[in-house]
């Protein structure tokens, strides 16, 4: 592991500053002290980062994400934002919301096939008025976004397809490392410092975490808990981590044991509810009011719990849990509350 770097926040803000960005997200997102969860599992402080609350089309993490992703496409001057996601994408609904806001009309082609029963945030990509496509697998999808990209042109229109974007993976951890920022500002206020970072991530925002702890020189840690068995964990964050480095301008490296990240709280597949997932739900709804989705943050929160009810953390440790929205799978998966 290579030794902390110790820059200021202004510096790091300056950095980030760097790159293009528009101004789409509701940022500086509440920090919740969970003190009634704590209690209940008898475990560390544990603050919330209220990320869910970033405003457009229900909030969510990739709100901000966007700032950076759109402020690159805005380069080529679209006037049609075309993106391929899965079928019940949070980064689709935010990312048509976002486009409504800055006036591109959206075509999102989905992984999957249309449900009889339309909702979640399917329901909301449609309220929000995308024209939405289907495509059996990857490999349709493909070429589906380039033949509607076709389409859009031969009509005189501007597409962009936001897949191709080469700010698609960086954003996200620029983003994070931003919220880390946020993170440690909001604790210091009160005179606390993190300890540890829980976030459901695939190696995205989960570098701009870890990036953040080395270049505060900060003692905390990152454990990132990921929503699919698909990838190669440590070597596809480092990735995104030095790309986001070199992005930004700076003389350090990640290297792949540094990165800690998990799969073991997948359960029978990715999109498909845990029962410790949505065991976490129910808690942070019965002892917080707050709203977890059982895809993502139930399957983050389930880390954290075991963890903690494995004994990993003192009393008086300070954990941060961030909550990355996708608020509305609560509704797709109404069956699993009644």
Known sequence: MSEPVAMSHNQIRERIASLPRLDIALKNTPLEEARNLSRTLGGPRIFVKRDDLTGVALGGNKLRNLEFRLAH???????TVIVGLDLQSNSARQTVGACNKLGLKTILVLEGTRPNNVQGNLLIDYLLGADVHFAADQREQRTMLDSL?????EKGGRPHILNDNPMFDVASAVAYLEVALEVVEQLGERGLAPDCFYMSSS???SAGIMLAQRLLGAGFSM???CATAEFDLPSRTVRIANETIAALGLDIEIAEDEVVNT????????????DTGDEAVRLFARTEG?????IYTGKAAAGMIAHIREGRFKSDDVIVFVHTGGTPAIFTWNELWV
């Open 290 to 294: 707050i709203i977890l989705d059982p």
């Open 263 to 274: 799969d073991a709280f997948v359960g029978a597949g990715y999109g498909i509810p845990s």
């Open 203 to 205: 190696g995205k925002g």
């Open 149 to 153: 990209a076709a389409q859009v042109r």
């Open 73 to 79: 496409a805005m380069k080529d001057d679209p006037d």
């Open 223 to 225: 454990q990132a808990i």
